[in-house]
């Protein structure tokens, strides 16, 4: 069966350090890849996605994703934290077929410390 | 531009009673979404409009969830009745169109609490 898996439910960091969140894809075949986050009482945000060309795709408010095939994996990065990066981050994939149905994952809750 | 627009944002019902949601889309998005989130979960699809026609409810329990967008825009999430494992956050989203390359845009979501 197609899924999402995000491995690790809570995540805390230090404001200014690194953070990476980790996603794996089950597919079939390669599919299409998000990140969202979503902050307290509002709705999912995108980040990124990756469709295809360079693995390495850039999103917004400073964070990257790389798509590593033979991994399966489309992990997000960003390389200084802010306190206002808390939240949930959920990792989404579609085959892009009818629909545009998006497969979430469990998401990581981010805990930001000053 | 307006967001997508939810009401009620909070609903607290007894089991077996029934409930509705209202979504109202981002002007001229032809598809409009509904997930519901469990708490700990990623949303979960339950039905898709493309205007106001069904493309896809698949995961739509629909013995007691229905939903309708009448005229192709605003919609209604319903469920009757109500059971403990229906407590979840329900989100809508729209979407320029069904193709992938449009991007999702979500509500805030109404949180429903079954007791």
């Known amino acids: 069966a197609q899924s999402v898996t995000q491995p690790d439910i809570h995540i805390t960091v230090s404001e200014g350090a690194s953070l990476e969140l980790r996603c794996n894809y089950s597919?079939?075949?390669?599919?299409?890849l998000f990140w969202y986050v979503q902050s307290p009482g509002q709705g999912l945000q995108l980040l990124l996605k990756y469709f295809s060309g360079d693995t390495l795709v850039q999103g917004i408010k400073g964070f990257e994703a790389e798509f590593k095939r033979s991994q399966s994996s489309f992990n997000l990065r960003k390389p200084s934290v802010h306190w206002s990066d808390a939240a949930e981050y959920f990792c989404?994939?579609?085959?892009?077929?009818?629909?545009?149905?998006?497969?979430f994952g469990g998401g990581t809750r981010v805990l930001v410390k000053p | 531009e307006a967001g997508v627009a939810q009401s009620p944002r909070y609903k607290i019902i007894e089991k077996r009673q029934s409930v509705a949601f209202w979504c109202n889309p981002i002007s001229g998005h032809a598809t409009l979404y509904w997930y519901q989130q469990i708490l700990g979960q990623g949303p979960k699809l339950l039905i898709q409009?493309?205007?106001?026609?069904?493309?896809?409810d698949s995961q739509l329990p629909k013995d007691r969830f229905s939903a309708e967008r009448l005229k192709g825009v605003d919609s209604t999430l319903k469920i009757q009745p109500a059971k403990l494992e229906d407590s979840a956050v329900y989100l809508c989203a729209s979407s320029l169109g069904g193709s992938i390359s449009y991007e999702q845009y979500f509500g805030p979501g109404t949180r429903l609490t079954v007791t």
């Open positions: 597919y079939g075949a390669t599919p299409y």
């Open positions: 989404a994939a579609s085959l892009g077929a009818a629909g545009n149905k998006l497969t």
């Open positions: 409009f493309q205007n106001n026609g069904v493309v896809d």
